[in-house]
């Protein structure tokens, strides 16, 4: 089953491995996962848990909160480090921002 969160997400994941000039099998690598899972996961078929999330911040750059939901949240501190960032701080961090929005929207 698809999920259309997923689906946004693999969209997003297929954008970023072809900016950085990466095929399938060297995205799988960074993720640690089959060539097959990975396409998976670009089709929305399979999800990202937090410990991929992470790995892609720390392997590629990516930033977690674009990835997961296309913004690119200028203010969050994480980003404008250059020193390795505690994973704990970045996930913090992240759930602080999404609860902000939600109180935001209303959707709480």
Not at 47 to 55: E, P, W
């Amino acid at each position: 089953m698809v999920y259309e969160e997923n689906e946004q997400i693999g969209k997003r994941l297929k954008k970023i491995r072809q900016n950085a000039g990466l095929d399938y099998p060297d995205m799988a690598d960074v993720l640690e996962v089959s060539e097959g899972h990975y396409r998976k996961i670009e089709r929305g078929v399979y999800g990202l848990d937090v410990k991929k999330i992470l790995m892609l911040y720390q392997r590629l750059k990516v930033d977690p909160l674009y990835l997961l939901t296309g913004d690119r949240g200028s203010e969050l501190s994480y980003k404008n480090r250059s020193e390795p960032v505690d994973k704990n701080s970045i996930v913090c961090e992240l759930l602080d921002y999404c609860k902000k929005q939600l109180a935001e929207t209303g959707e709480e």
